[in-house]
């Protein structure tokens, strides 16, 4: 492992020790109706390299969304023309291209401008499920509590290229590869995932694996859920344990992101002894060096259901 590695993998277990995170901002031109300029972010650990534009090849067949392909270093990638997919006008042109790893894939980025990093706490990104974003999944404070805070969307990358190419980000699960998943009677898994998309898909495994299982949408959720179980088995003379057999994670959510999610249940002795899976899209060795560090069972990159499937056996035979 190099020395720079070495350093990425200590600068996000302190951020992550502090429940921070950064995100990268930037614009895609003039929203629709408005003509104003917002800001947009996405986390800084997808983000592989920032170049200025360069020359890119028109492939047939091509979905609309899609501008063609980038060589980059040797590796031919597709290239994403992001304000049309949210249906801004760049009227500055298209300058820069964000080239981004995401949940196995290598993929870019056509942006009109790159502003800055800025270091944020999770508390300070609330869940944008419910004013109906669609390709939005949080709403940064980019000044915490200031009353008049500068604000950026955070998108949606699962939806978004499941929506730009869906044939290569398919859901289909074949039920016989998958297998089943026998839980301890009586538990659950107790999942938490912001995306919508990403839901859908945690949801079609676990049907297929016959899971029953809890599906919530960011890290508080399901804190607050597994304290009501918690007290709910008290009540009936038994553990949490008793109820909720292993705890399934993303990393990056509003609100509370998924490794303070997986401190608090490590770090309470009620608690402590579910076993937490990360499944993220923030793949690479580095992230998994920094999952190890916050007490995680196991980490599995989103999303290929045979290997969620296996995962969760292996944890729960650990468990005896």
Known sequence: MTTSTMRD?????????????????????????????????????KVREILVMPEITAMVNMPPTVMGVANIRGQMITVINLPKVVGCNPTKGLGILLVTEFARTTQAFAVEEVNEIVRLEWKHVLSAESSGGGLVTSIARLDGNAENTRLAQVLDVEQILRDVMPNEHKSDIDEAQVGSVKLPPGTVVLAADDSAVARMMIE?????????YIMTKTGQEAWDTLQSIAAKAEAEGKTVQDKVSVVLTDLEMPV???????????????????????????????????????????????????????TIRQVLARQG
Not at 17 to 27: C, D, I, K, V, Y
Not at 32 to 45: A, D, K, T, W, Y
Not at 204 to 212: E, H, L, T
């Open 204 to 212: 079609q495994g676990f049907k297929a694996m016959g899971i029953p």
């Open 9 to 45: 993998i200590d600068e996000r277990t302190n951020l992550a020790a502090n429940s921070m995170f950064e995100l990268l901002l930037f614009r895609l031109g003039e929203a629709p109706g408005s003509q104003r300029r917002e800001l947009f972010g996405i986390n800084v650990f």
């Open 256 to 310: 509370m992101d998924g490794f303070t999610l997986t401190r608090n249940i490590k770090q309470d002795g009620k608690y402590k002894g579910i076993p937490v899976i990360i499944h993220s899209s923030l793949t690479g060795t580095a992230n998994e060096g920094h999952v190890k560090s916050v007490g995680a069972d196991a980490y599995i990159a989103k999303f290929v259901a045979e290997e969620l499937g296996a």
